[in-house]
């Protein structure tokens, strides 16, 4: 147990999970987009939806789309940060069956790329990405991680666990999924260290690769 479980975020609002929670998921969000937000649909479920609102967390989860981390005291005035940034945004409530009561989902589009993502709230700030492009995932994104989506073809698995080993880059953990047999696949990787950026430029050109996104909160 670390003292951040003991004592929680250092944050601005009255909640750990409602408030710099949401902060926490938008800005992981916006940096597994790897640009800045344009458009985010915003759909709130369960707690979220019922007392996020007084919490903040409208505001909280347009703070982290805009980079903002859980004690910055601009979190109140996302809103018109966001308006003179030209991030439009729209938020509504959805109920989403079997997710996590503090869940957020985010369809979020920048010049180039486009993402939807699950997210929740565990309490004390600490998040889970539940779900990316209706792919389960299961990540916090307290490590760097990397995220490949690819045909479901053989050989990926180990040309990118050999390109990682070639890098110096330990693996962590990691996680398989697809959609079905010879279908939609995505790995999630934990890593001990920082991925280079050629290592990522390789990736994107490897024959069944689709999208390649990486996440290092390190960075900063």
């Given at each position: 147990m670390?003292?951040?479980?003991?004592?929680?975020?250092?944050?601005?609002?009255?909640?750990?999970?409602?408030?710099?929670?949401?902060v926490?998921?938008?800005?992981v969000c916006?940096?597994?987009?790897g640009?800045?937000?344009?458009n985010?649909?915003?759909?709130?479920h369960?707690s979220?939806?019922e007392?996020?609102k007084?919490?903040?967390?409208?505001?909280?989860?347009?703070?982290?789309?805009?980079?903002?981390d859980?004690?910055?005291?601009?979190i109140?005035?996302s809103?018109?940060?966001a308006?003179k940034?030209?991030?439009?945004?729209?938020?509504?409530?959805?109920?989403?069956?079997?997710?996590?009561p503090?869940?957020?989902?985010?369809?979020?589009?920048?010049?180039?790329?486009?993402l939807e993502?699950?997210?929740?709230?565990?309490?004390?700030?600490?998040?889970?990405i539940d779900?990316?492009?209706?792919?389960?995932?299961?990540?916090?994104?307290?490590?760097?991680?990397?995220?490949?989506?690819?045909?479901?073809?053989?050989?990926?698995?180990?040309e990118?666990?050999?390109?990682?080993?070639h890098?110096?880059v330990?693996?962590?953990?990691?996680?398989?999924?697809r959609?079905?047999?010879g279908?939609?696949?995505?790995?999630?990787i934990?890593?001990?260290?920082?991925?280079?950026?050629e290592?990522?430029?390789w990736?994107?050109?490897?024959e069944g690769?689709i999208?390649?996104?990486?996440?290092?909160?390190?960075?900063e």
């Amino acid at each position: 147990m670390s003292i951040f479980d003991i004592l929680g975020p250092v944050m601005v609002g009255p909640s750990s999970s409602h408030t710099a929670g949401a902060v926490r998921i938008g800005n992981v969000c916006r940096k597994l987009l790897g640009e800045d937000v344009k458009n985010a649909e915003i759909f709130l479920h369960g707690s979220f939806a019922e007392t996020g609102k007084g919490h903040g967390t409208d505001k909280a989860l347009i703070a982290g789309l805009l980079g903002m981390d859980t004690d910055n005291l601009e979190i109140p005035n996302s809103f018109e940060i966001a308006k003179k940034a030209n991030l439009d945004f729209s938020i509504s409530k959805i109920f989403i069956e079997d997710a996590h009561p503090n869940s957020v989902l985010l369809k979020l589009k920048s010049e180039n790329r486009s993402l939807e993502i699950l997210a929740s709230s565990r309490g004390g700030g600490r998040i889970c990405i539940d779900k990316i492009d209706d792919i389960e995932t299961d990540f916090t994104g307290d490590y760097p991680t990397l995220i490949v989506h690819n045909l479901d073809q053989p050989g990926h698995v180990a040309e990118v666990a050999s390109m990682l080993a070639h890098k110096g880059v330990n693996i962590a953990t990691m996680k398989l999924y697809r959609n079905k047999k010879g279908g939609y696949a995505v790995m999630i990787i934990e890593t001990d260290q920082a991925i280079p950026a050629e290592a990522l430029a390789w990736l994107h050109r490897v024959e069944g690769v689709i999208k390649v996104t990486y996440l290092n909160i390190r960075d900063e």
